[in-house]
């Protein structure tokens, strides 16, 4: 079975941008705890936020957001290797 | 040093905690008082339960007084309203409001098997439905507004 995993990079803009969550929360209006959910992969944000903290960070929303794909084990047996 | 955002965040939670308690209390002694009248374990209470119930009454109206205070504040401040209303806020409450249906659709059928053991009024049943339905959404959002 293929999982799809939402992946980013905010922690790491934010600290080239030198930024602290709370800053870029008052920056795109959303709390610290919105900031650190996002950061930590617990809540994935919407379209408007995504845009919003990219345009805050000088950067595109695909340079902050990236899908991982992972292969987990199916009931037929492991995934085959490629 | 907290910003105004972050009191307010803070303010909010103990808010939402006041009223919980407030209510679980003035409620639930409400509930023993009126569903047990002239039982012998209510005299067990080192506090009369009047007392415990006007307690949590007045616990319960402080801290609505506290909310609509900081509701009239932020009608003036819309901007900061939507900070703290923000989407990961709105997601948590729809999701509390979620569970909160699964925990009520649980305590109903615990009150149907309760039923046949020992045969509850719907007096009964109704109070306790009611109690969890007031407290169950707070109580399920603030476990998950918990940072971890």
């Not at chain 1, 799809?4 to 610290?32: F, G, H, P």
């Not at chain 1, 944000?45 to 903290?53: H, R």
């Not at chain 2, 979620?98 to 649980?106: A, M, N, P, R």
């Not at chain 2, 053991?117 to 109580?139: E, G, H, R, W």
Request: aromatic share 10%; hydrophobic share 50%.
């Amino acid at each position: 079975m293929q999982n799809i995993k939402l992946k980013n990079t905010l922690k790491v803009q934010r600290a080239k941008k030198d930024l602290t969550q709370e800053q870029l929360a008052d920056i795109v209006c959303v709390t610290r705890k919105t900031i650190n959910t996002v950061e930590k992969g617990k809540y994935v944000p919407s379209t408007v936020l995504a845009l919003k903290l990219a345009r805050a960070l000088d950067v595109t929303v695909e340079e902050l957001f990236m899908l991982e794909e992972e292969f987990g084990t199916s009931s037929a047996g492991p995934a085959p290797a490629i | 040093m907290p910003t105004e955002k972050e009191k307010l965040v803070d303010s909010n939670k103990k808010i939402s905690i006041g009223l919980s308690i407030g209510a679980a209390v003035w409620f639930g002694s409400w509930f023993l008082i009126d569903s047990f009248p002239g039982s012998d374990f209510l005299s067990y209470f080192i506090i009369p339960l009047p007392v415990i119930w006007i307690a949590g009454f007045f616990c319960y109206l402080y801290y609505l007084i506290r909310l609509l205070r900081m509701e009239r504040r932020m009608k003036q401040n819309p901007e900061l309203a939507m900070t703290l209303n923000d989407e990961y806020t709105q997601h948590i409450r729809f999701k509390s409001l979620g569970i909160t249906y699964w925990i009520i659709i649980v305590v109903i059928i615990l009150l149907l098997v309760l039923e046949d053991i020992y045969s509850l009024s719907a007096s009964i049943d109704l109070k306790i439905i009611f109690l969890a339905v007031i407290l169950t959404p707070n109580i399920v959002f603030l476990i998950m507004d918990r940072e971890n």
